[in-house]
């Protein structure tokens, strides 16, 4: 039914074209936003470089993290400031396809990182005598690798899917002119390794650090114990909480002043990765101080 249908090259950017008369003050908070994300993570990531003190297992996931946010917003947040103050609000199918590429990587490089977090939080908390061994160079740095590969490969995947549908409309997949089925399989298992299975190790660590926890008779060593891995955890609720917030709601309030909705979708996904900065600065703080 679809082969009369003017096949599309490139796509419509919604952004936050609901609001037009508010477009040039998104644009001064969404481009400062963007600089303080980029000074901040940046500088966090040369301290933790350059501090020898530094060069252990969570400032490590840590710096990646940093890593991770500048590369996740950069992403998205260049192409969305100019098309705030272009009148030709489109980008071309290849421009999507990298885009959405890299965007998948950085996400699901972050859920299998904070995964690996939750591990060296368990192994630090339950395990420190044996942390040295367990927690190595030769270990923590394969574990990071692992998830930037398990990032990439989920993402090409995917990409290389969804870019060989063809498009009627100016929509990704809705408005696909072809049957979507193998691909919402792919999302659907991609989902379930890369986000749920990384959130369960997450709760089962934390369920075993909790109950470590508890079993610390002196309230200051409960105290540093869950300093030990605060940060981490702030990380966390953040991210999943953010995630939940966008992608789990009843699909009845979607359709309720949807573009106020909308607008608060992409500001909520903008001020999300701010959160590694803050926990970061948190452990380095707690770090320089404790000297």
Same mark, same amino acid.
């Given at each position: ?54 060069? %252990?297992?969570? $400032? ?19 192409? !969305?400031?100019?098309? =705030? ?41 339950? !395990?420190?005598?044996? $942390?040295?061994?367990i927690m190595s160079k030769d270990a923590y740095v394969p574990m990071a /690798? ?6 990439? /490969? ?32 792919? #999302? ?5 390794l890369f986000t749920l299975m990384p959130l369960l190790l997450i709760i %089962? ?40 917030? #966008?992608? #789990? ?11 106020? =909705?909308?607008?608060? !979708? ?26």
């Amino acid at each position: 039914e679809w082969e009369n249908q003017t096949i599309l090259v490139e796509f419509f950017l919604k952004g936050l074209s609901g609001h037009p008369r508010l477009e040039l003050l998104f644009f001064v908070l969404i481009f400062l936003m963007y600089v303080v994300i980029l000074l901040g993570n940046g500088t966090l990531i040369l301290i933790s470089i350059l501090d020898p003190h530094l060069h %252990i297992p969570m $400032y490590f996931f840590l710096g990646n993290l940093s890593f991770l946010d500048i590369c996740y917003t950069t992403i998205s947040i260049p192409s !969305n400031l100019v098309s =705030l103050l272009s009148e030709r609000k489109t980008i071309s199918l290849s421009g999507c396809a990298v885009q959405m590429f890299l965007g998948l990587a950085m996400g699901t490089t972050e859920c299998v990182l904070l995964g690996m977090m939750s591990f060296d939080c368990y192994v630090a908390i339950c !395990n420190p005598l044996r $942390y040295p061994i367990i927690m190595s160079k030769d270990a923590y740095v394969p574990m990071a /690798v692992g998830s930037w590969f398990a990032g990439i /490969v989920n993402s090409a995947v995917q990409t290389t899917f969804v870019v060989q549908l063809p498009f009627c409309r100016n929509t990704v997949m809705k408005m696909a002119c072809a049957d979507i089925s193998g691909n919402e399989f792919i #999302m659907l298992v991609a989902t379930i390794l890369f986000t749920l299975m990384p959130l369960l190790l997450i709760i %089962i660590s934390y369920s075993l650090i909790i109950s470590s926890i508890l079993k610390i008779h002196s309230s200051e060593g409960r105290s540093k114990a869950f300093s030990t891995c605060s940060a981490h955890l702030t990380v966390v609720i953040i991210f999943y909480g953010t995630i939940l917030s #966008m992608y #789990m709601k009843p699909k009845s309030k979607e359709t309720f002043n949807s573009d106020d =909705l909308d607008a608060t !979708n992409k500001i909520i996904s903008i001020l999300r990765n701010k959160d590694v900065k803050e926990a970061v600065k948190h452990l380095l703080n707690r770090r320089f101080f404790s000297k």
